[in-house]
């Protein structure tokens, strides 16, 4: 067994306990591998394990990837932060995208989508600890924005993608994540159809999946280090 698939042996273990212990049903944990800044030969190793959804920071590092794998049958996330120029290709090539954050994307994506392909996926980025260096909808914009996404044709509100202030401990990881857990459900009153809540990473899902999150996005627990120079 070659050192990825133990990786990925390995983490889907620690999902299963920690599921587990928190009786949740593991299949309400969706496992998406962040593969920026990695080969798309390791990808592919990973997709021949089980691996199905990945998720790219950079379009056009994802593209050419992309253009490497078509053979493969997954689903590509956008998670990076969006210029409106690159709305069209991210709407015609990825499954999802997971970074939404204002008004402009929106439109700007549901015209670019293919109407002979499913409506785009999207979760609304939500910065709700309002962190100045990141990216991310403040609290007070997420339900004009949910509203906006519900009224267009070609995208699918599917929830919330949060990645907040980084913690050492796991009991301040679970409190932060039960924080936007809270919010979510209150938004999820409005818009029932919604399922997902993305958040927790390598160093904080265990934390994550207990407070409620449906969707862990996870690169260095997978792949090991990132390479900058080593993407073919």
Excluded at 39 to 66: T, V
Excluded at 210 to 216: F, N, Q, R, W, Y
Aim: charged share 25%.
């Amino acid at each position: 067994m070659n050192r990825i698939a133990f990786t990925l042996e390995d983490l889907q273990l620690e999902i299963a306990k920690t599921c587990a212990k928190g009786k949740i049903f593991q299949e309400n944990v969706r496992l998406i591998a962040v593969s920026k800044r990695q080969s798309a030969a390791k990808i592919r190793q990973l997709a021949a394990q089980g691996q199905s959804e990945f998720a790219e920071n950079q379009l056009q590092e994802a593209l050419d990837k992309m253009s490497q794998l078509t053979d493969l049958s997954v689903k590509w996330h956008f998670i990076g932060a969006i210029q409106s120029r690159k709305c069209k290709a991210i709407a015609e090539h990825f499954d999802w995208v997971q970074s939404v954050d204002r008004e402009k994307l929106i439109s700007k994506l549901n015209d670019a989508r293919p109407t002979e392909l499913s409506p785009l996926n999207v979760c609304i980025q939500l910065n709700y600890f309002d962190e100045p260096q990141k990216s991310g909808a403040k609290p007070n914009e997420v339900e004009t924005l949910a509203k906006m996404i519900t009224e267009m044709p070609n995208l699918k509100l599917r929830g919330l993608m949060v990645l907040p202030p980084k913690q050492t401990t796991f009991s301040n990881q679970k409190q932060q994540f039960d924080e936007i857990n809270d919010f979510y459900q209150h938004l999820k009153q409005q818009y029932p159809k919604m399922d997902t809540l993305s958040m927790g990473m390598s160093n904080d899902f265990q934390a994550a999946i207990l407070a409620g999150s449906t969707m862990i996005r996870v690169g260095t627990a997978l792949f090991g280090a990132r390479q900058d120079t080593e993407l073919n």
